[in-house]
């Protein structure tokens, strides 16, 4: 592992360290709401339901926050985000305490989605901003650790704390580890805008970074590769179901069973040297995100659980490989001025398409079997990235990408 962009830049030590904190209070909401949705309806697809409301207010905020991003200084932003998120995860808290209904629920799940999609990609832009190019693969290597014990940390937690407190004290937990990325963010440099030209309103902005990534390939089979893998092999929605009806577990399994992948992705992390020598980083992705889909198929035709936590951390492990990979080549490709925007439809892919897939897997799993839905979509995200890569083939050739 190469500590270098740690060791040498306090902005992003700060960036990455407030990141950590608050990782592990947004992972321990991750697993509180579907949680709550899965108690009050006993129904998967309600699960997926609940994800998929919160899609189009976690684009909106993405897309907000990367066109502001490339207009203002991200610091004050990063604050005034940081500070938005945890009022969203208290609003939570009380909806707990009072056992709102379902519907109330949903549009707080929506509100804190929204406020976690203003942040996401002001994050995402900094990084490149902070560091060399030189820096990016081990930047987003740590990256990719923080990430990965943010979602070891949190789900876990959210396991005992379920078990022991109840609710309302997952999201309140949530809402005091924003306080933490609030003062890193307080404390790091200035990042100023990286736009160039005349200011142009929102909306406008937001538009022509639409159109940037309509037009650019690369960033076309980062986001299709991502959505491929996410929306077909991604079981989230069901843990729930396979925690409390298929091995008949508690909070504590379900804990484990977020946490897993994020194992697996932790410790490839942490031995991800190798990484930076990877020169046809296209077809890496490919292989990593057909190994990822095989290891989900396992992970469902398994009928033991000591085999099939194995199976999800494989499954991380492959993601961390991918994600890593994509965003050095997405980065490396685009242009400085639109960085915040387009990071801002990456935010919005990365965190959509495992909604979508929550819906997508919930709506198999009603109308076949929760052991189906899993295997299912694990083959058919082996089947899609083959597609993908037979109709982007300087992906698979080239050794620029």
Known sequence: MDWGPVRSNRSFRLLISGQLVSLIGSNVTMVAIPY?????????????????VQLPALIAGSLMGG???DRYDKRPLLVATSATSGIASLLLAVGALHH????????????SAFAGGLGGPLRTAAIPQMLRNDELVPAYSLNQIVVNLGAILGPSLAGLVLASW???????????????????????????????????????????????????????????ADLNAMVFGSPRGLFPAIALTVYHGGPRLLGLLYA?????????????????????????????????GLAISAFGLSRSVWIALPCLALAGAMDVVSTVL????????????????????QLAVVTGGPRLGDLESGVVASATSTEFSVVSGGVACVIGIALLMRRRREAWTSRDL
Do not use: K
Request: proline residues 3%; hydrophobic residues 55%; contains cysteine.
């Open 36 to 52: 709550q949705v899965f108690l009050m309806t006993h129904a998967s697809w309600w699960v997926g339901v609940a994800s998929i």
């Open 67 to 69: 066109a502001l991003g």
């Open 100 to 111: 709102v209904a379902l519907g109330w629920l949903l549009a707080l799940a929506a509100s």
């Open 166 to 224: 109840g609710l309302a004290w997952c999201y309140g937990l949530d809402a005091l580890t924003f306080a933490v990325i609030l003062v890193a963010s307080v404390l790091i440099s200035p990042l100023p805008p990286t736009r160039s030209g005349s200011p142009v309103s929102l909306l406008r902005a937001i538009g022509d970074g639409v159109t940037y990534v309509r037009h650019h390939r690369v960033a076309q089979f980062v986001y299709l």
């Open 260 to 292: 897993a992948p994020s194992v697996g992705a932790v410790v490839l992390a942490f031995t991800s040297g190798w990484v930076t020598h990877v020169r046809r980083r296209g077809r890496a992705v490919a292989v990593a995100i057909g190994v990822w």
């Open 326 to 345: 994509r965003n050095t080549i997405l980065q490396l490709a685009i242009t400085d001025e639109v960085r915040s925007r387009v990071s801002s439809i």
